[in-house]
């Protein structure tokens, strides 16, 4: 797989870069350098807006009296927003895995429409897939709410200081982040794949401890939708479940696509090698020796699986 991989993605980029029109006339050292800027001011922040969010909601003062849907006082409660958020987490690791194989195991329709407009899924396939996930979500709700004694408790709602148009936003950075990681490990085909169920499920994780006391913590309009039909009742904040997560979605689409069309692969090339890693040549290097690879074979023992051609265009670092 190491092998084809690396080729692949070196065509990929190949055919990209000679489409870019404008971006192809910058030297490839200085996207190179623009694109490692660039994760890194998003990754840095992406970062530290969770880890500040948790800290901001453990820290958050509790207050006396609930609110219009509930007479539980509210405030963050650390081992409830950790429970909750470990269900959500593990929940979405243990069924993607088990539906990874047979339909992407996506259960989300904002996720959907974000990589239908992204060109991973199809339009058709996600226009037959959105109202199976928004029905799963009314089921799902009805079986726990009869199922289980007690009122169905698991509607999203806003906590108490939060506005509409703050929980928009909340939700469109936790969906944004979530979308993100689906492309990176799952859309993206690379040699971890097969674990790309594991690293959604701790994104979801991740956001849910930041967003279950501000608004729920939904970034899927399934998740929410279903629980206001069991309970024939409809918040009027009910909106921002839909808008946030379609437009976090987009957001993410939007960055990875740009991502995409500078060539990532370039910037810090090497991640599916085999022993070595191989760097994609710039603008102004050329083409080394192949003994170069036959050096690198006796060193290492075995022989490299890179087919000739690829190391024609690569440089062995």
């Known amino acids: 797989m190491g092998a084809t991989t690396i080729a692949s993605r070196d065509l990929e980029a190949q055919?990209?870069?000679?489409?870019?029109?404008?971006?192809?006339?910058?030297?490839?050292?200085?996207?190179?350098?623009?694109v490692a800027a660039m994760?890194?001011?998003?990754?840095?922040?992406?970062?530290?807006?969770?880890?500040?969010?948790?800290?901001?909601?453990?820290?958050?003062?509790?207050?006396?009296?609930?609110?219009e849907n509930t007479d539980i006082p509210q405030g963050p409660d650390p081992l409830v927003l950790l429970y909750i958020s470990t269900c959500f987490g593990v929940s979405l690791t243990a069924t993607v895995?088990?539906?990874?194989?047979?339909?992407?195991?996506?259960?989300?329709?904002?996720?959907?429409?974000?990589?239908?407009?992204?060109g991973a899924v199809p339009i058709i396939r996600g226009i037959v897939v959105i109202p199976a996930q928004i029905i799963g979500g009314i089921v799902a709700s009805l079986v726990v709410k009869y199922l289980f004694?007690?009122?169905?408790?698991?509607?999203?709602?806003?906590?108490?200081?939060?506005?509409?148009?703050?929980?928009?936003?909340?939700?469109?950075?936790?969906?944004?982040?979530?979308?993100f990681t689906i492309?990176?490990?799952?859309?993206?085909?690379?040699?971890?794949?097969?674990?790309a169920p594991l690293g959604i499920g701790l994104s979801l994780f991740t956001a849910e401890l930041a967003g279950v006391?501000?608004?729920?913590?939904?970034?899927?309009?399934?998740?929410?939708?279903?629980?206001?039909?069991?309970?024939?009742?409809?918040?009027?904040?009910h909106w921002i479940y839909w808008v946030g997560p379609i437009l976090g979605a987009i957001f993410?689409?939007?960055?990875?696509?740009?991502?995409?069309?500078?060539s990532y692969e370039r910037v810090?090339?090497?991640?599916?090698?085999?022993?070595?890693?191989?760097?994609?040549?710039?603008?102004?290097?050329?083409?080394?020796?192949?003994?170069?690879?036959?050096?690198?074979n006796q060193s290492f023992g075995r022989p490299l699986s890179i087919p000739e051609s690829l190391i024609d265009r690569r440089s062995v670092v």
């Open 15 to 34: 055919k990209r870069g000679s489409s870019m029109g404008l971006l192809s006339r910058i030297p490839a050292k200085v996207q190179n350098h623009f």
């Open 39 to 67: 994760a890194e001011f998003m990754g840095t922040f992406l970062f530290l807006f969770f880890a500040f969010a948790g800290t901001q909601t453990a820290n958050a003062p509790r207050s006396i009296t609930g609110d």
């Open 97 to 118: 895995w088990i539906f990874f194989r047979i339909s992407g195991g996506v259960f989300n329709p904002a996720v959907t429409i974000g990589l239908c407009l992204g």
């Open 149 to 179: 004694p007690g009122p169905l408790a698991v509607t999203t709602t806003l906590s108490l200081p939060t506005t509409p148009v703050q929980g928009m936003f909340i939700e469109m950075m936790l969906t944004a982040q979530l979308v």
């Open 183 to 195: 492309y990176m490990l799952a859309v993206e085909k690379h040699r971890a794949t097969f674990l």
């Open 213 to 237: 006391y501000y608004t729920g913590g939904s970034l899927n309009p399934a998740r929410s939708f279903g629980p206001c039909v069991a309970n024939s009742d409809y918040p009027e904040s």
């Open 252 to 262: 993410a689409t939007g960055f990875y696509k740009l991502l995409k069309l500078m």
């Open 268 to 296: 810090n090339p090497g991640q599916d090698g085999e022993g070595a890693t191989f760097a994609l040549l710039d603008d102004d290097f050329h083409t080394r020796s192949s003994s170069h690879a036959l050096a690198l």
